[in-house]
């Protein structure tokens, strides 16, 4: 009887502790549940691709980042409305200005980051510049020299920005969009460029757009690439969603259109991100 009792009591002790555990991890699974669920805030990060340069009406509280509700994260955002966003993509910016200036608004609650970063670090600028005003072989060692920087150089700045992402939304999917083609080639411009000018700038779009899809799967991201909704909308297509060389607003030139945002980017980033 003694014995019964012992043991009987022996039953409740182990019975209550593994209630009181049992009741821990559901409370633990519940609030990592509700931590989850909270992160479905969504933060723009990157550079002119993303503030929207080149789609026009941009925000003047934006400055010189030149920020519009044109640009594919704002329509994102107004398709979907997230729990928040947070637009600080800015033109011009490098890899470097990423991480100092535009990730304050990353954390916990952060569950969405879209991010185009890294022509400007290779000289996007500079290239086309070169290319426009200068000679062919000019160009193509511009060109040249771009595409080096973008194999030695720059993955180490991507991975940079990317392990500062993860350290400040580490709940958050991030997603990286890459750039388009410029030229179609064979199409109907009669003057600028040579083709064999389009055809190398082409090409580093596309090395460019390699490097940072590699960058991105090796720290878990997801990559857009915008190459395919872009074609036949390229420059020299008749039906561009890019500007060419704009000489009034040269800012402008060789970005996407409010078209290319909204046809072209946003499509790509709705996909990932679903």
């Not at 019975?15 to 559901?26: N, R, S």
């Not at 805030?41 to 503030?51: E, K, M, Q, R, T």
């Not at 800015?90 to 991480?99: F, I």
């Amino acid at each position: 009887m003694r014995l019964s009792r012992i043991t009987a009591y022996a039953s409740s002790l182990l019975l209550t502790t593994a209630f009181a555990l049992t009741g821990a991890t559901a409370a633990q699974a519940d609030q990592s549940s509700g931590q989850q669920a909270a992160a479905t805030g969504y933060v723009a990060l990157g550079d002119s691709y993303s503030s929207g340069v080149g789609a026009g009406a941009y925000d003047s509280g934006s400055g010189d980042c030149k920020r519009t509700p044109r640009a594919y994260p704002a329509l994102w955002a107004a398709a979907n409305s997230p729990s928040s966003f947070n637009f600080t993509a800015c033109s011009g910016a490098r890899t470097g200005d990423v991480v100092a200036n535009q990730l304050g608004p990353l954390g916990s609650g952060t569950g969405l980051v879209s991010l185009s970063v890294g022509g400007n670090d290779a000289g996007f600028a500079d290239v086309m510049t070169t290319c426009v005003l200068q000679s062919e072989s000019k160009c193509l060692a511009r060109i040249a020299q771009a595409r080096s920087y973008v194999e030695t150089t720059l993955p180490g700045n991507l991975d940079r920005v990317y392990s500062a992402i993860s350290a400040k939304a580490p709940a958050a999917q991030v997603v990286v969009l890459g750039y388009p083609r410029f030229y179609k080639l064979g199409g109907g411009c009669l003057a600028g460029l040579s083709e064999k000018e389009r055809g190398a700038i082409n090409s580093a779009a596309d090395f460019l757009n390699s490097t940072t899809a590699k960058r991105a799967a090796d720290h878990g991201f997801t990559f857009g690439d915008v190459t395919s909704t872009f074609t036949g909308h390229e420059i020299c297509s008749g039906d561009a969603w890019l500007h060419s060389v704009n000489w009034t607003n040269i800012g402008e030139s060789y970005h996407p259109k409010a078209a290319g945002q909204s046809r072209g980017y946003l499509p790509v980033f709705s996909a990932a991100a679903s």
